[in-house]
Structure formats: C-alpha cells, structure tokens
C-alpha cells in the first residue's frame, strides 16, 4: 500500500488548500465495477476530553461479511475541530491502522462522507487519493445538500444534490427505517457504491463494515482509557 501521506496543514487556510489540490487526484470509477473480494471498514472514537482517538480497520469477505483481518492505532487529534475539515484530524491514525493490516482490501468504507463535501473532498476522496484504494462515504446524516425523502422500501433512493450537482444518493437500507448517505471516494461510481452499501447490510441500517469498525475503535479507546 503506497505511503502518500498529504501534509500537515497548520490552519484552515492551509487545510482547504491541500483538499483542493488532493481533490485533482481523485478519479472516477470504472464503467463496469468488480465486486470487491475484500473490504473494508473504518471508524474512529475519541476520549472525552479529545486528547487521543482511536483508528480501527476491519476487513470482511465481501460476500460471507466474515472479519478476514483486523488493525488499530491510538494516536492524538492531528488538527482542530473544523467543520468540512475533519478528515485532517483523522488520517494520520487512520493510515497507521492501515499499515498493519496483513490483508490488503480492494475498498474502503468510511464513516463519513466522499463527493458530499462544500469541497467535494470528504475523508472517503482523502483516504481514497492517499492510499490509491477505491473508497466510498456512508454517513448517518447528511453534511451538505438537499434531497427529497427516498421511497419506504428497502433499496429506495433518492439523489442528494448540492448547488445544482448530484453529490451523492439517500439511500433505505431496512425498510421504514431512517436512510442513510453514500457518496464516492476514489475510483468507484455511485450507482456501484450503492450497490456495495445495500450488500454490506443485510439485517441492519449501517454497513457490517462500519458496525465492526466502530466495535473495534471503541474496544481500543476504552482499554486505553482504563474503562
């Protein structure tokens, strides 16, 4: 896995320059997607008092969603609470988690969002561009944008669309129960990152991916923090 992290921007000024320009090296998915054979999940927990976060990866078989493998890392907020900005505070212990990983995935699955973003560069496009792995956003709520409510049913969608562009799809998961948000990263089209999502939850809301990331990221913080 390339080692290409993006530098350490000390202000907001600095941080949205280096998403602009990280954001000239993301590129579209293919015509035709293979479905991946491994993927892979991520999440991040904070302490309370956010002096130290939790990275967790876990990487499932793409059609069992068994855990295949599994890493974390503990490190400290690398940037300020910035709306939009977040992904700085994140990838510097994200990408340590990845580097221990034995198993390398063919997608990532973030917590969060992708193309969604004021800057079209969320931390799945962040992730994506630095590692050179397809990646895709889910998130519990939307950031930007508007959106009419998807059908009841699952597999419903409907767009999200941010200053006259689709950014993203509004996607039910579980019949009758609130959507969810996917956007792309990196190297994957949205109507193929849909089709991921909606296989990564086959009993609940959230993708296994991130259920099993956001198991392993707080498992770690709390035996950091003694319990």
Same mark, same amino acid.
């Given at each position: 896995?390339?080692?290409?992290?993006?530098?350490r921007?000390a202000?907001?000024?600095e941080a949205e320059?280096e998403?602009?320009?990280?954001?000239e090296?993301?590129?579209? #998915?293919? !015509?035709? %997607?293979? +479905?991946?054979?491994r993927?892979?999940g &991520?999440? /991040?927990?904070?302490?309370p008092d956010?002096s130290?976060?939790?990275?967790?990866?876990?990487?499932?078989?793409?059609?069992?969603?068994?855990?295949v493998?599994?890493?974390?890392?503990?490190?400290?907020?690398a940037?300020?609470?910035?709306?939009?900005?977040f992904?700085?505070r994140?990838?510097?212990?994200?990408l340590d988690?990845?580097?221990?990983?034995?198993?390398?995935?063919?997608l990532?699955?973030?917590?969060?969002? #992708?193309? !969604?973003h %004021?800057? +079209?560069?969320?931390?799945?496009?962040? &992730?994506? /561009?630095?590692t050179g792995?397809?990646?895709?956003?889910?998130?519990?709520?939307a950031?930007?944008g508007t959106?009419?409510?998807p059908g009841?049913?699952r597999?419903?969608r409907?767009p999200?669309?941010?200053?006259?562009?689709?950014?993203g799809?509004?996607l039910r998961?579980r019949?009758?129960?609130?959507?969810?948000y996917?956007?792309?990263?990196?190297?994957v089209e949205?109507?193929?990152?849909v089709?991921?999502?909606?296989?990564?939850?086959?009993?609940y +809301?959230?993708?296994?991916?991130?259920?099993?990331?956001?198991?392993l990221?707080r498992?770690?913080l709390?035996?950091?923090?003694?319990g």
């Amino acid at each position: 896995m390339p080692d290409a992290r993006s530098g350490r921007p000390a202000t907001p000024a600095e941080a949205e320059r280096e998403q602009l320009r990280l954001r000239e090296l993301v590129r579209p #998915g293919p !015509a035709r %997607p293979v +479905r991946p054979a491994r993927v892979a999940g &991520l999440d /991040v927990a904070y302490a309370p008092d956010d002096s130290v976060l939790a990275a967790a990866v876990v990487v499932l078989d793409a059609v069992t969603l068994e855990v295949v493998d599994s890493a974390h890392a503990l490190g400290r907020p690398a940037f300020g609470y910035v709306p939009g900005l977040f992904a700085f505070r994140e990838v510097p212990t994200l990408l340590d988690a990845l580097e221990r990983l034995t198993a390398v995935p063919e997608l990532l699955v973030c917590d969060g969002h #992708g193309r !969604a973003h %004021p800057r +079209r560069f969320g931390l799945a496009c962040h &992730l994506g /561009v630095l590692t050179g792995l397809a990646s895709i956003g889910v998130a519990k709520t939307a950031f930007v944008g508007t959106h009419a409510p998807p059908g009841p049913a699952r597999g419903d969608r409907s767009p999200l669309v941010d200053a006259g562009e689709t950014v993203g799809a509004v996607l039910r998961t579980r019949s009758g129960v609130k959507p969810v948000y996917v956007s792309t990263g990196h190297r994957v089209e949205l109507d193929a990152a849909v089709d991921q999502v909606l296989a990564l939850t086959p009993r609940y +809301r959230l993708p296994e991916t991130t259920r099993q990331a956001d198991r392993l990221c707080r498992s770690v913080l709390r035996a950091r923090l003694g319990g």
